[in-house]
């Protein structure tokens, strides 16, 4: 049984790990294949997301969990204790709490309804929370028939459509475009049923 102020302690900091839907045998071996930290370059990218140390961090669709246990050590090196496992849906993310940054690494490809979904959870992020996502580049027609993937800009024109603003656009991934958006005010937010309907950019 966790004491009182130990709960607290561990609520002040800590990250979700949110999986839309489980993983295959063979893309959990692909994605946690110790080769991975080749091309992935996790120290870069946590060192990128420059994450304050007690800040509350979502791995939104974290499959295996990769990123967590980097993530986890950035908000703060307490061990696994500060992990907080959520069955998340395609529909909601079911943030038991405002967290200050949602990162999203290979996952915003397989997201249905996207515009709407990014829309809805801004409602569960901090003043000044980031989303942070990345996401395989498209590679031609042939390799994107068996592997779905979506174009930096496609990302963007989505992102800014549910009412966000890129913040940071990072060159650090040979394989994947990495970018970063900020929170609008409440005030900024448009209606909740707007369509997803952002052109689709092949580039």
């Given at each position: 049984?966790?004491?009182?102020?130990?709960?607290?302690?561990?609520?002040?900091?800590?990250?979700?790990?949110?999986?839309?839907?489980?993983?295959?045998?063979?893309?959990?071996?692909?994605?946690?294949?110790?080769?991975?930290?080749?091309?992935?370059?996790?120290?870069?990218?946590?060192?990128?997301?420059?994450?304050?140390?007690?800040?509350?961090?979502?791995?939104l669709g974290a499959g295996g969990?990769?990123?967590?246990?980097?993530?986890?050590?950035a908000v703060g090196a307490r061990?696994?204790?500060?992990?907080?496992?959520?069955?998340?849906?395609?529909?909601?993310?079911?943030?038991?709490?405002?967290?200050?940054?949602?990162?999203?690494?290979?996952?915003?490809?397989?997201?249905?309804?996207?515009?709407?979904?990014?829309?809805?959870?801004?409602?569960?992020?901090?003043?000044?929370?980031?989303?942070?996502?990345?996401?395989?580049?498209?590679?031609?027609?042939?390799?994107?028939?068996?592997?779905?993937?979506?174009?930096?800009?496609?990302?963007?024109?989505?992102?800014?459509?549910?009412?966000?603003?890129?913040?940071?656009?990072?060159?650090?991934?040979?394989?994947?475009?990495f970018q970063i958006f900020a929170?609008?005010?409440?005030?900024?937010?448009?209606?909740?049923?707007?369509?997803?309907?952002?052109?689709?950019?092949?580039?």
């Open positions: 049984m966790i004491s009182k102020p130990l709960q607290k302690h561990l609520i002040a900091s800590f990250v979700l790990i949110l999986g839309f839907t489980g993983c295959t045998e063979v893309t959990y071996q692909r994605l946690s294949d110790p080769s991975r930290d080749t091309w992935q370059k996790p120290q870069g990218v946590i060192e990128e997301l420059s994450i304050a140390p007690g800040s509350r961090v979502a791995d969990g990769y990123f967590t246990w980097h993530l986890a050590k061990g696994t204790p500060n992990v907080r496992p959520v069955h998340a849906m395609l529909s909601d993310p079911r943030f038991p709490e405002p967290v200050d940054l949602v990162f999203n690494c290979n996952t915003y490809h397989q997201m249905t309804e996207r515009i709407a979904y990014f829309r809805s959870l801004a409602s569960s992020l901090r003043p000044d929370g980031r989303v942070a996502i990345i996401d395989s580049r498209p590679r031609g027609l042939v390799f994107d028939l068996f592997d779905k993937r979506v174009a930096k800009k496609e990302v963007r024109l989505e992102m800014e459509a549910a009412g966000y603003r890129l913040v940071n656009d990072f060159d650090l991934l040979d394989r994947q475009h929170v609008p005010s409440h005030g900024e937010l448009h209606s909740p049923d707007i369509k997803d309907t952002a052109p689709k950019d092949p580039a």
